[in-house]
């Protein structure tokens, strides 16, 4: 055997004794611990690790981690020298996570995350339950109770009750609503409604979604919220009430019978004129009972659910409602309920196409539903609409009734604007002698310019019979009555630098002034603000009349408004810019809706502001270029709390001066131009005259320090398939009627009436503004020899303002009278173009045709049709 061959270790803590040990069993009832079974016996040195003693037992543990192989010690490893080896305590919610780090300490549980689902859904059911265990359903009768509403003039004296108690309302049994009408109310607002529980989830979801993607408004309500809501509750947009409806709605659902809640949802809702439930609205509409109701009038009722304002065929309150756009509104409506219908199965195919065939049902002409006579009717419409634009009151709630409602209608000023007119009437307007008098209207405003307060209105004969408030929004194109905001906007922004782009700054523009001259020959060719010749889409030019295709040679600014001469004013727009003379109208208090498109004539008044908003437009340059927003109600409350309150919003839409100029120039006007007829003694007044093409419509517009008033004249035949402004040549045995006319007369005997007794007040003195610029045509030129003579010579303007009015003469020619109609001096104004035009009428130039090479007029009048 080899002397290098290795020996077997010996046994450690060798010797017999050990060996003895060795062979020896364990004691019973002992275990051996782990690391002897990996070590052999005892701690691998052949030790029992209970014969080791205290430290043998300590480096036990050490040893059993390395024998792991050195795995890593727990956290709670040697904890038993702290707490005598006890178990770390567990937490009812381990948040942040125990034994974790970094992110992960922070990220629940999905145990975590589970229970509170749970526990949330588990809150609000209960929370739910427990709210539907405690609310009541309220009585009906008591909920649904109408009262009458009290009016109170300015000076707090009660003007009339209406409203409320006279609601044109009859409660029908679900036997006597037809099948037709419950079938095309449920497909068209609710097609769950004989399975849902009251509520539809969905739809609420859909509805949110659909305006959160800017898509149309809806309500996702259900019929029986509507119903709730309807019977119940007030009409108030707030949580609170929207969570009770929702509560009740639910239990209404789970109590009441279907047919129970959709006879009371049809008998409840509002479907316009006065109507309230399905059998006055059958009569408002068709005259008929709503159980002889058609499948095609009864898809046509469900449509004025959605808003009867803008689905009555013969138009509603504001410009978006005119009977035109509601036509076509309902005819939509109407044809995509049928199709609804058959969608869900409630209608055959083959009945949706015949009733499509026969077409849009025919509705009857309107009927008031309340007895509020004469101008009272209109005063309390105009106030009702202003207070749903204004406050968060619906129109139903409000019919409901019990509020009181304090208005700012002046008594004696109502009743003088109602007899000036009626005195003009009686006076000169004859139907029954004279054919072309038949159909004539008269609309006013009168406002404060400093409070914005509406102080009168006339809006027409008797609102029993003429249910259009003339006082508002007609469609009526105003004519040179719009001419002051293209003289503001041109001394506000000023004439564009023919040499740079069009989009110029205020900087690089040169502001005008009154004196600055500009070509007033008639049927000038329009051109840009460098001097091109303006071509529309088409190619074609544009020359534009004046009244009596008139030449007027080169005239100031103040001198074309003072006898209304359209060629000076359609350029002067163009130089200034179309969209800045519509923003000077804006801020001067007119409503976008109302304003026309952007054509060049736009500066002539082809836009169609209501009276209201004309004389608020001219109050801001009465006061001193602030603007006020006209308004109607005070305040308005319910049983001594308060439901509304005005909050007056002033701002100042031009600089005090440029609105001291425009009145300085208006009152030339009155002094001696075409408005003479509105003078009112030594009281200063500054206005306008406006008058459109075929003689269509004629205005006055003025006003003294206190008050600012509007009065228009035209003539529409209700009767009329197509509805559409008549000519009022020969009205009143009159050739023409002008604003100078008919409307100036009772704006001066209605202003006198007004203002008796009130002190006379004058007009802020103008400081001079602007440069005297030239209009395309009207540079003087240089005289080939000098001259003593002046180069400009004064107009025969007699006006008390300091200037003379000069005409620039840039040649002898130019010598003679300019408003001579034999006087022919030079320019292009005899051409008559290929869109020559015809007059414009006397004293109120504007409003003549768009430059469109078919002739036409932009949209507008009263129903859609051309304007006037």
């Not at 001067?588 to 304003?595: E, M, P, R, V, W």
């Not at 736009?602 to 009276?611: D, V, Y």
């Not at 009145?663 to 006007?669: A, G, I, N």
Request: proline share 7%.
């Amino acid at each position: 055997m080899s002397e290098h061959r290795r020996k077997p270790p010996p046994p450690e803590g060798g010797g017999r004794g050990s060996a003895r040990r060795a062979a020896q069993p364990p004691t019973s009832g002992r275990r051996v611990t782990p690391a002897s079974n990996s070590a052999g016996p005892g701690n691998g040195r052949g030790e029992d690790p209970r014969s080791a003693g205290r430290t043998g037992a300590r480096r036990v543990p050490q040893r059993g981690d390395a024998a792991a192989g050195g795995r890593r010690r727990s956290p709670d490893a040697g904890r038993g020298r702290r707490d005598g080896g006890r178990p770390p305590v567990k937490r009812f919610i381990d948040y942040p996570r125990a034994g974790k780090t970094g992110a992960r300490r922070w990220l629940p549980s999905w145990k975590l995350m589970a229970g509170l689902i749970v526990t949330t859904v588990g809150l609000v059911v209960g929370i739910v339950g427990v709210a539907l265990a405690l609310v009541q359903v309220p009585s009906a009768q008591k909920a649904s109770a109408v009262q009458k509403n009290v009016y109170y003039w300015a000076d707090g004296k009660q003007m009339v009750v209406a409203g409320g108690g006279s609601l044109n309302r009859q409660i029908v049994p679900i036997a006597q609503i037809p099948l037709s009408m419950r079938n095309a109310v449920i497909s068209a607002e609710n097609a769950s409604f004989e399975k849902d529980w009251g509520v539809d989830p969905m739809g609420i979801a859909r509805a949110v979604v659909k305006m959160a993607q800017g898509g149309e408004t809806q309500s996702g309500s259900t019929i029986t919220q509507q119903f709730v809501k309807n019977t119940y509750l007030s009409q108030e947009q707030t949580l609170k009430r929207k969570a009770t409806e929702l509560l009740i709605s639910v239990k209404v659902g789970a109590t009441k019978d279907k047919d129970f809640i959709l006879a009371g949802y049809l008998n409840t809702a509002y479907y316009g004129r006065g109507a309230y439930g399905i059998q006055a609205a059958a009569r408002a509409y068709f005259d008929k009972d709503c159980a002889d109701l058609t499948p095609s009038e009864s898809a046509f009722l469900s449509a004025t659910l959605n808003g009867p304002n803008l689905y009555d065929p013969y138009g509603g309150q504001g410009p978006a409602a005119t009977p035109e756009k509601n036509t076509k509104r309902a005819t939509d409506r109407w044809k995509w309920t049928l199709d609804r219908e058959v969608q869900v199965g409630r209608m055959q195919g083959l009945e949706r196409d015949k009733w499509v065939a026969q077409g849009f049902p025919k509705v009857q002409k309107p009927k008031p539903a309340t007895n509020k006579t004469g101008q009272i009717g209109y005063l309390t419409d105009l106030a009702d609409n202003y207070i749903v634009a204004h406050s968060r009151l619906s129109k139903a709630e409000l019919d409901k009734g019990g509020y009181q409602i304090y208005t700012t209608f002046d008594r004696d000023k109502v009743n003088a604007l109602a007899k000036s007119v009626d005195e003009v009437r009686k006076a000169n307007i004859k139907p029954k002698a004279r054919e072309v008098d038949q159909f004539v209207q008269f609309g006013g405003a009168s406002v404060e310019p400093k409070t914005g307060k509406i102080v009168a209105i006339y809006g027409g004969e008797n609102a029993l019979e003429h249910f259009t408030n003339n006082a508002d929004y007609t469609g009526v194109q105003v004519g040179s009555t719009f001419k002051p905001f293209v003289l503001a906007a041109a001394m506000t922004h000023g004439k564009r630098n023919p040499g740079l782009g069009p989009q110029q700054s205020d900087s690089q523009r040169t502001i005008v002034s009154p004196e600055s001259v500009y070509n007033g020959n008639n049927k000038l060719t329009l051109r840009e603000y460098n001097g091109r010749v303006w071509h529309d889409q088409n190619g074609g030019e544009w020359r534009q009349p004046n009244d009596g295709d008139e030449d007027k040679g080169l005239v100031t600014l103040r001198t074309a408004m003072q006898f209304s001469v359209n060629t000076p004013f359609i350029q002067l727009g163009m130089d200034v810019g179309t969209d800045l003379v519509q923003e000077a109208a804006l801020k001067a208090g007119l409503d976008k809706d109302q304003l026309s498109s952007l054509t060049p004539t736009f500066s002539l008044g082809t836009s169609a502001p209501s009276a209201i908003r004309l004389a608020g437009a001219y109050g801001t340059f009465a006061a001193n270029g602030k603007q006020t927003d006209p308004y109607s109600v005070e305040k308005v409350e319910k049983n001594g709390r308060p439901a509304y309150e005005h909050e007056k919003k002033s701002a100042q839409a031009f600089d005090s001066n440029v609105a001291n100029n425009v009145t300085d120039v208006l009152k030339t006007v009155v002094e001696s131009g075409t408005g003479t007829a509105a003078k009112l003694g030594d009281r200063p007044v500054a206005g306008k005259t406006g008058t459109t093409d075929g003689n269509r419509s004629a205005w006055f517009a003025g006003y003294t320090p206190q008050l600012s008033t509007a009065i228009g004249m035209y003539r529409v035949d209700p009767n009329a398939k197509k509805q559409e402004f008549l000519s009022m040549r020969g009205v009143g045995g009159q050739p023409t009627i002008h604003g100078a006319s008919f409307p100036a007369e009772i704006w001066a005997d209605y202003m006198g009436k007004a203002l008796k007794g009130q002190p006379v007040l004058q007009f802020d003195a103008p400081q001079a503004i602007g440069e005297k610029v030239y209009g395309d045509g009207a540079s003087p030129s240089p005289s080939p020899m000098p001259s003593t003579s002046p180069s400009v010579t004064p107009s025969p303007s007699a006006s008390s303002s300091p200037s003379k009015h000069p005409s620039s003469s840039p040649s002898p020619k130019q010598s003679c009278n300019p408003f001579d109609p034999k006087c022919k001096p030079g320019g292009n104004g005899g051409g008559g173009g290929k869109h020559g035009g015809t007059s414009s009428g006397a004293g109120g130039g504007g409003g003549s045709p768009s430059p469109d090479p078919t002739g036409r007029q932009p949209d507008g009048g009263l129903f859609g049709g051309p304007g006037g």
